[in-house]
């Protein structure tokens, strides 16, 4: 094989929602599963939010599910990201976090994780890597388009 020829491997790509997304809710007194839909959530406190959690701001955070079959993280309200994007009550506009299986936040007194299937999460090779996270790594195939099953 040819040092220059562009080799490709195992996938993340699999059908648009796929890999269960859900979410592991935990706080001192209960802990619980949250399957999040295919269109995304609300989080918080409020009557209208998908998920409901005493305590957070009534729409504290919301998970949408984009044409990339990302799952993106908004939040709101007051909490911590894994990517550590602490921010103030008063700031008015939070960046977007992608969230990729481990990822964690808190809403108040709730630490919330994301979950998906390592089939469908694009952040890495199905199977994993070879030789640890630095090592060069054979390039997934391109992601598909999802138009005819993803939101415009």
């Known amino acids: 094989m040819d040092d220059t020829e562009e080799q490709t491997g195992p996938t993340t790509h699999a059908d648009w929602g796929a890999g269960h997304p859900r979410l592991l809710v935990s706080s001192r007194e209960s802990r619980s599963v949250y399957d999040i839909p295919v269109d995304g959530a609300t989080i918080g ?58 990822a964690r936040f808190t809403i ?14 694009h952040g890495r090779p199905f199977g994993g890597r070879e030789g640890g996270e630095f090592s060069d790594q054979q390039l997934q195939e391109p992601r598909p388009d999802y138009p005819e099953s993803s939101p415009s």
Request: hydrophobic share 30%.
């Open 45 to 102: 406190s409020g009557l209208e939010c998908d998920l409901r959690l005493p305590g957070a701001d009534p729409v504290h955070a919301s998970i949408r599910h984009d044409s990339r079959d990302e799952y993106v993280l908004t939040m709101q309200g007051p909490g911590e990201t894994s990517a550590n994007l602490e921010k103030s009550q008063d700031e008015e506009r939070r960046g977007d976090e992608i969230l990729r299986t481990g």
């Open 108 to 121: 108040g007194p709730w630490r919330l994780v994301f979950m998906r299937d390592e089939f469908a999460d």
